[in-house]
Structure formats: C-alpha cells, structure tokens
C-alpha cells in the first residue's frame, strides 16, 4: 500500500481497520484540551480513514470537519457515527493539500501527513497552521527520514532538526519520536515517525 493516496488496497486497509480503538495521539489532545478548561470545539480531521477518531471527537461533544481524498473512507466515516451526533459532522471527499480550512480549534492529522507529497508538504502545512485559532491545537504524525517510506516521492519525511522550523512559534506540548521494526498493513517494516501536539498562542502569528 505505502504512501500512495491512490492505492486500491487502501479499502482492503479500511476494512482490517474495522473497530479499531481511537488513536492514543487524539485521546492524548482532547485530554490536553479538557485539562486546560475549555468546552468541545470545532476540529478538522484530516484524512479522517475509517472515522475511528472523527466518532471519538463527535462522542466528546466536538463539531467535526472529517476530510479524506478516499469517498470510501468518507462513506466509512459517516457510517460509524451515531444518528444523534450526525448533526455535529460534516464531510467533505477532497485531496486536503487543495483544501481552504476553515477556522478550527483542533487540527487532527492522524497519519495523514507521511501521505503528502514532499512538493506539497509546506504549503498544506502553513494552511494548517493559518487554520489554528488562538489557542487551537495541532496532534500530528510526521514521517522520521529512516523511515522505510522516506524515499518515496509521495511521502513527506524529516530529520530532528526540521522539526524546529515547522514548530516554530508554536508551544510544543508534546513530541515523541519512535523507530522500530514491526509489521505494517503490506507486511515487515521499519517504522521512524514522530507524534506531535502543538499549540498556537494567542499573540502569535500563523
């Protein structure tokens, strides 16, 4: 499957994705989020894949923009969230590097981002950061350059000292780095990435 957003095995992923928990880095924002006394907001989620995390953010009371390029994941996504909550989501089937976000308090990239191509890279970036409001929240996962999918061109990946510049002026609450060996959806893989929570404060710019 690797990093193609085109792939046809992306419904067979979907599929092996079935019932899967909400992602540790999304339940890690929202408690950040609650801890710091605000109410729910609204948040983009982008590449939103089976919806997984889209019903964890609608089941703690926030409005949600769930985008994904793949309508089968969009179809997956609206398909597991509850009626009484439907009226907290919209969707949109859209390719998120050509996407004008809309103002959001949380900006959830759960493996979304290794999935942009280098070249596109950092102008989605500076639209996700434009989109935080003050105060607002991005939770990411970002591709490490040892990381087995790093050479592909459809892939975005970097290096430790990168990760200054992308956060800059932002207050890093949270930035863990993980390589491993263990098996992917397409088998044996050695796997480099980052988790990532920052937040925009109220004086700064995007």
């Known amino acids: 499957?690797?990093?193609?957003?085109?792939?046809?095995?992306?419904?067979?992923?979907?599929?092996?994705?079935?019932?899967?928990?909400?992602?540790?880095?999304?339940?890690?924002?929202?408690?950040?989020?609650?801890?710091?006394?605000?109410?729910?907001?609204?948040?983009?989620?982008?590449?939103?894949?089976?919806?997984?995390?889209?019903?964890?953010?609608?089941?703690?009371?926030?409005?949600?923009?769930?985008?994904?390029?793949?309508?089968?994941?969009?179809?997956?996504?609206?398909?597991?969230?509850?009626?009484?909550?439907?009226?907290?989501?919209?969707?949109?089937?859209?390719?998120?590097?050509?996407?004008?976000?809309?103002?959001?308090?949380?900006?959830?990239?759960?493996?979304?981002?290794?999935?942009?191509?280098?070249?596109?890279f950092p102008g989605t970036w500076h639209a996700i950061r434009a989109a935080l409001r003050p105060h607002g929240r991005i939770a990411a996962h970002l591709l490490g350059h040892r990381d087995d999918w790093a050479p592909d061109p459809a892939a975005s990946a970097f290096r430790p000292d990168a990760l200054d510049t992308l956060l800059a002026g932002m207050d890093v609450e949270h930035l863990e780095e993980t390589e491993e060996d263990r098996d992917s959806f397409d088998g044996p893989k050695h796997w480099h990435y980052y988790e990532i929570i920052a937040r925009k404060p109220a004086e700064t710019g995007a």
């Open 1 to 120: 499957m690797g990093t193609d957003p085109d792939d046809p095995d992306w419904a067979d992923y979907y599929a092996a994705q079935a019932g899967r928990p909400p992602r540790p880095l999304l339940q890690a924002v929202l408690d950040r989020w609650q801890a710091s006394g605000h109410g729910p907001g609204f948040a983009v989620d982008l590449g939103c894949g089976d919806g997984a995390d889209t019903a964890e953010l609608l089941r703690r009371g926030w409005t949600v923009l769930a985008v994904d390029r793949q309508p089968a994941a969009i179809a997956l996504a609206e398909h597991n969230v509850p009626g009484h909550h439907r009226l907290r989501l919209r969707t949109l089937a859209a390719d998120f590097t050509a996407l004008e976000l809309p103002a959001a308090d949380l900006i959830y990239c759960g493996w979304s981002l290794p999935h942009c191509p280098a070249t596109l």
